[in-house]
């Protein structure tokens, strides 16, 4: 790591297996953590607001980031483009701060490339039954969405060797602990 950077922590892990959740809950009790806000092709969600949640771009002007070299990394998911805003980033780690990107698989190969000190975390579930419990029980996505992302999730899941460290979020109080040990915060 460059002396005085901040430590980048990449977040992956199926859609549903309690990322969001866990990522929340890890802000909460470490304020200094800075969380990167991604750009989104994809709708909103109830709740989600723009510039909080994500940056809800067009795909022109998604596209036009991608040209312009203003993403850090950037992929398709279930259908829609997901990518990380650069500049941010690479202010927040200059300035020391330990900084997050949940994104991912393919997101997350890419980071690995262009930074090898990256810490990077698998969050699985305890079963793929679990799994689809959870994504169908926070009711947010239609039928067809659902079945992409159960789908995209056995490829993901694959890959967990990939990573430096694979968590279970099965106990929610266990797997932030764990993820606060592997991001050097206790
Ligand atoms: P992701 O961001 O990975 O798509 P979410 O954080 O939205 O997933 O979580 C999906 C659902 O699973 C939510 O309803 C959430 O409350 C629930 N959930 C998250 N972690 C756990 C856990 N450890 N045990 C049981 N349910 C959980
Ligand atoms: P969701 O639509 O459920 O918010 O996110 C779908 C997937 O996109 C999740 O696996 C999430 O981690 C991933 N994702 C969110 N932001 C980014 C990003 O900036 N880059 C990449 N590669 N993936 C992202």
Do not use: H
């Not at 901040?6 to 309690?18: D, E």
């Amino acid at each position: 790591m460059v002396e005085g950077q901040g430590q980048l922590t990449v977040i992956t892990g199926p859609s549903g297996v309690g990322k969001g959740t866990l990522v929340q809950r890890l802000l909460e009790k470490n304020p200094k953590i800075w969380l990167s806000v991604s750009a989104t092709t994809r709708s909103p969600r109830e709740g989600e607001r723009d510039g909080l949640s994500y940056f809800f771009q067009s795909r022109e002007r998604f596209d036009a980031l991608v040209a312009d070299g203003g993403l850090l990394e950037w992929a398709e998911f279930a259908g829609n483009c997901y990518g990380t805003p650069r500049a941010p980033v690479e202010a927040q780690l200059s300035t020391g701060r330990p900084v997050l990107l949940e994104i991912e698989l393919e997101g997350a190969r890419q980071v690995r490339r262009s930074f090898s000190d990256a810490v990077q975390i698998f969050l699985a579930p305890p079963s793929f039954k679990e799994l689809e419990r959870r994504i169908r029980g926070r009711g947010t996505d239609p039928e067809e969405a659902i079945l992409r992302r159960l789908a995209r999730a056995q490829e993901e899941l694959k890959a967990k060797a990939e990573f430096d460290a694979v968590v279970v979020n099965d106990d929610l109080d266990q797997a932030l602990l764990r993820l606060e040990q592997l991001m050097g915060l206790r």
